[in-house]
Nanobody, 121 residues
Framework: QVQLVESGGGLVQAGGSLRLSCAASGSIFSINAMAWYRQAPGKQRELVARITSGGTTNYVDSVKGRFTISRDNAKNTVYLQMNSLKPEDTAVYYC???????????????WGQGTQVTVSS
């Protein structure tokens, strides 16, 4: 059983910063990519940032220059440093991992439970 546990969400004023963490635990053979998605009320879930096992990153245009994704492969943990936050960043942020649970298994997709980020104006 694989679990993704997020932490670090909360309420912050516009211009402030937050750091999200997501730790993957359980039966994990290898992790391919890890990512952060977000979903605002009434909107579809969107990819915010993604990082591969080799460290290649990509971001949605709206967060480029403000958010930084990183990972600690030894800890199976991914981080999202969010700076210069704006009210439009308000959403539930979900951790995502593409990983192989065991040696003879296939690549599978896992989600965390989500953490609320609220940015006040």
């Amino acid at each position: 059983q694989v679990q993704l546990v997020e932490s670090g969400g909360g309420l912050v004023q516009a211009g402030g910063s937050l750091r999200l963490s997501c730790a993957a635990s359980g039966s994990i053979f290898s992790i391919n990519a890890m990512a952060w998605y977000r979903q605002a009320p009434g909107k579809q879930r969107e990819l915010v940032a993604r990082i591969t096992s080799g460290g290649t990153t990509n971001y949605v245009d709206s967060v480029k220059g403000r958010f930084t994704i990183s990972r600690d492969n030894a800890k199976n943990t991914v981080y999202l440093q969010m700076n210069s936050l704006k009210p439009e960043d308000t959403a539930v942020y979900y951790c995502n991992a593409l990983l192989v649970p065991s040696l003879r298994d296939i690549l599978r997709n896992y989600w965390g439970q989500g953490t609320q980020v609220t940015v006040s104006s």
